[in-house]
């Protein structure tokens, strides 16, 4: 069964650092997500992408983040100079419209 | 603003009983999501509906639009039905790559 991977599991960082989250969507799907949940809150959208572009975004993805489609696998999440806040499991997801949204493990990302 | 309300937070059953968690929306929807996260943190997909009722296996999700309430079922409970479930609602936002807004979770165990 076709699935969402996403590498590393768990990155850790330097405050200030730029890290590079990594997903391999479903081969079929056009539509592309990335979440975040911080330890013990609910999960929450950062962004999505369609067609090569940001279809929407939310409050909290801001000019210290980033997406890209690299080539006609990947789907990153780049995030420029991480502050502690950042530390959160981020999960990708793709969807084949209009149907549900397949999800990645998650990367757990630990900024120190 | 874009609300999604779940109730009980937490919910402890007995083996074989029928639970049901609760979900409501402030506004206007394209779809309702219920997810299941384990204690590991991968999120699986179980249902979208934007109307009536979905059955699968033991688990039967049913909404409302009128109402903009969704409630999820699972009949005969079984221990391994213990984790998190999630309401997640896609709001119109005029595209079709809409992110979803997510509910705090229902944390559910059931005891043997």
């Known amino acids: 069964e076709p699935e969402v991977t996403q590498t590393p599991s768990h990155q850790v960082t330097q405050m200030g650092q730029e890290v590079i989250l990594r997903c391999v969507p479903i081969s079929n799907h056009l539509y592309f997500y990335w979440y975040r949940q911080i330890l013990g809150q609910k999960v929450e959208f950062l962004v999505s992408?369609?067609?090569?572009?940001?279809?929407?975004k939310s409050e909290i993805f801001d000019d210290q983040f980033s997406v890209e489609r690299p080539d006609g696998s990947n789907f990153t999440l780049k995030i420029r100079s991480t502050k502690l806040e950042d530390s959160a499991m981020y999960f990708c997801?793709?969807?084949?419209?209009?149907?549900?949204?397949?999800f990645g493990p998650g990367t757990r990302l630990t900024v120190l | 603003k874009n609300e999604v309300e779940q109730s009980p937070q937490n919910l402890t059953a007995q083996e074989g009983e029928f639970i049901t968690i609760n979900c409501s929306y402030s506004?206007?929807?394209?779809?309702l999501h219920w997810l299941q996260q384990h204690p590991g943190g991968g999120i699986v997909s179980l249902f979208m509906l934007s109307s009536g009722k979905k059955k699968h296996g033991r688990l039967i999700a049913t909404i409302n639009i009128q109402e903009k309430h969704s409630s999820l079922h699972i009949t005969a409970s079984h221990p391994r039905d213990s984790a998190v479930y999630i309401c997640?609602?896609?709001?119109?936002?005029?595209?079709?790559?809409?992110?979803?807004?997510f509910g705090k979770g229902t944390h559910l165990i059931i005891q043997p």
């Open positions: 506004v206007g929807i394209s779809a």
């Open positions: 992408f369609y067609n090569n572009e940001i279809s929407e």
């Open positions: 997801a793709s969807m084949d419209y209009p149907n549900e949204q397949f």
């Open positions: 997640a609602a896609q709001f119109y936002s005029g595209g079709g790559a809409d992110g979803l807004t």
